[in-house]
């Protein structure tokens, strides 16, 4: 898939395998199962925050490996849910990546499917295992309970 230099110092750290990211979705064989018990997904930006995610409980977590979610990746994934936490990193490319899906979603008109993209905010600079790393899982579960409330009362 992707490997990432240990050394944080180092300029270039991540050297991406040649492979076409834009229909792949990582973790999905095991997330799977939980997205259609709970009827939501989480999509994150990287492999690392999916498997954090997964170990602290978050079951449903997947990743898009880069901050393009794609069409193809929405479609897959509305096979099994329709409710699409877009937790994408607090830095400005994230908020880019959150602003970009959306106007996918509205593009395509996903909404007349059903599907939702519920935006999450994270703090400035913080990837999703750095939150959830530094803050309880509760913090991280209310996150994305007040980003569903935010989202309902801006479309309804």
């Known amino acids: 898939m992707s490997t990432r230099h240990l050394d ?12 076409d ?15 259609l018990k709970y009827h939501k997904v989480i ?3 990287g492999e690392f925050d999916v498997a954090y995610l997964h170990t602290v409980g978050f079951n449903m977590a997947v990743s898009i490996c880069g901050s393009a979610l794609t069409l193809s990746q ?13 937790v994408f990193d607090g830095d400005k490319q994230g908020q880019i990546a959150i602003e970009r899906s959306l106007k996918l979603h509205k593009k395509h008109n996903l909404n007349v499917y059903g599907i939702k993209f ?10 999703p295992d ?14 994305l309970i007040e980003s569903k409330e935010e989202y309902k009362l801006c479309n309804s």
């Open 8 to 19: 944080e110092s180092v300029d270039n750290r991540f050297w991406h395998e040649s492979f």
């Open 21 to 35: 990211k834009s229909s792949y979705v990582y973790g999905l064989c095991y997330a799977k199962k939980y997205i």
């Open 43 to 45: 999509i994150v930006e």
């Open 74 to 86: 929405s479609v897959l994934l509305s096979r099994y849910c329709k409710e699409v936490y877009l």
């Open 118 to 127: 519920i935006p999450v905010k994270l703090p400035l600079d913080k990837d």
């Open 130 to 143: 750095e939150f959830l790393k530094e803050n309880k899982k509760e913090k991280f579960r209310h996150l």
